[in-house]
Nanobody
Framework: QVQLVESGGGVVQAGGSLRLSCAAS????????MGWYRQAPGKQRELVAA???????NYADSVKGRFTISRDNAKNTVSLQMNSLKPEDTAVYYC????????????????WGQGTQVTVSS
């Protein structure tokens, strides 16, 4: 059983920083792309940032220059450093990863974490 567990959400004032972390665990063979999505009340879930297994990154325009995604392939973790936070960054943040398990080598499935709340007060 593969699962993703997030940590690091919370409440912060505008201009502050938070760091989200996500750890993949279970019977993992390989992890391809990993990323962070967010969903604000009444809005669709959107991509925030993604990182490939080789370290290439992609960011939503709204977070470029403020957020940094990173991963540790040895520990099966992905992190999101969020600086200069704005009230519009308030959302539930979800970790996402494409993972091949030991039961299905080279077959990548889409896994999601349970979500962590980030609230930025003005």
């Amino acid at each position: 059983q593969v699962q993703l567990v997030e940590s690091g959400g919370g409440v912060v004032q505008a201009g502050g920083s938070l760091r989200l972390s996500c750890a993949a665990s279970g019977s993992i063979f390989s992890i391809d792309a990993m990323g962070w999505y967010r969903q604000a009340p009444g809005k669709q879930r959107e991509l925030v940032a993604a990182i490939t297994s080789s370290g290439s990154t992609n960011y939503a325009d709204s977070v470029k220059g403020r957020f940094t995604i990173s991963r540790d392939n040895a520990k099966n973790t992905v992190s999101l450093q969020m600086n200069s936070l704005k009230p519009e960054d308030t959302a539930v943040y979800y970790c996402n990863a494409f993972i091949a398990s030991m039961d299905h080598l080279y077959v990548y499935y889409d896994y999601w974490g349970q979500g962590t709340q980030v609230t930025v007060s003005s």
